[in-house]
């Protein structure tokens, strides 16, 4: 469920991009839009998807890269800056994923 939260437009500009973020509704699909090749990951030494992925879906645990897909912002960056290739990276369905509240 999606709650609207109305500020005046001088609280919207004092916001931090982390609390503006937090603003975001996500309709999550049952359906991954991204998919990590393990054998590919564990090969890698840079990770630059930890770096890349400005929400954090990234994280490493016990020299394991774990993803979560649920908090994506649908930029990107994790695919590009794999030079394993080792992410498949797709749109979410239509209707699903990250509607900004800020743009």
Known sequence: MAIAVRRSKSEEINLKVEDKLALNKFEIDRDVHIIVNEKLCDACDLKSCLYACPAECYTLRQNHVTFSYEGC???????????????????????FGVCYQYG
């Open 73 to 95: 912002l649908e930029c990107g960056s994790c695919r590009i800056s794999c030079d394993k290739q080792a992410i498949e990276w797709r749109y979410p369905r239509g209707g």
